[in-house]
């Protein structure tokens, strides 16, 4: 979560750069792109691209805060009251850093791709004391293939090593030998599901 909040808190240093660059037409036009790009995180979706929610982020607000700029007079004012607001904010969001590293860590040990329409990941949760959970994560991927959604999650209890993991939920099977997903049918047999 730390290595975010430079990139955030640059959002009125970046707003005061859109708008000394871009006129209101262009600011109103690259705001909507970023909206709409943003848009899935609030239908349950993650995306692959690293940083993207967090440049959006970043962008969306730097133009909500360009209008902001618009009654200030002078490119030098601007600059100044946008470097110093990047400034305060990011030591604000630093002192949240701190206290939050107390929480713990959530660390992706591994992924598979085990279809062209479901990736499982084995992620490890780390509190601050106690014992780590362990999960596997179903995620099914999307039309558009930088996002993902979770779908089922299931906690890794195997202490014998067996090799597949049920999501009950959704009738299938991960193999973590293999990376393969398998649907159940009825008689808890096993069909590859490319198959019919």
């Not at 430079?6 to 959002?11: E, Q, S, V």
């Amino acid at each position: 979560m730390l290595e975010y909040f430079p990139l955030i808190a640059a959002f009125p240093f970046v707003g005061c750069i859109i708008n000394i660059l871009l006129p209101k037409k262009g600011i109103l036009i690259l705001l909507i792109i970023s909206s709409l790009l943003l848009f899935p995180i609030f239908l349950g979706y993650k995306c692959l691209v690293s940083y993207m929610y967090e440049s959006l982020i970043t962008i969306v607000l730097g133009c909500c805060s360009s209008f902001l700029y618009k009654t200030i007079d002078g490119k030098t004012l601007k600059i100044i009251t946008g470097g110093s607001s990047s400034i305060a904010l990011f030591l604000i969001l630093m002192l949240i850093a701190f206290f939050n590293s107390f929480g713990g860590s959530l660390t992706i040990r591994q992924t598979w791709d085990a279809d062209k329409n479901y990736r499982v990941e084995y992620m490890e949760d780390a509190g601050f004391s106690g014992a780590h959970l362990l999960t596997y994560r179903l995620d099914k991927i999307s039309i558009i293939p930088i996002y993902v959604k979770e779908i089922e999650s299931v906690r890794d209890n195997d202490t014998a090593q067996n090799c597949n993991i049920a999501f009950a939920g959704n009738n299938l099977t991960f193999n973590k030998c293999t990376g393969q997903l398998t649907k159940m049918n009825t008689r808890n047999m096993f069909i590859k599901l490319n198959q019919k």
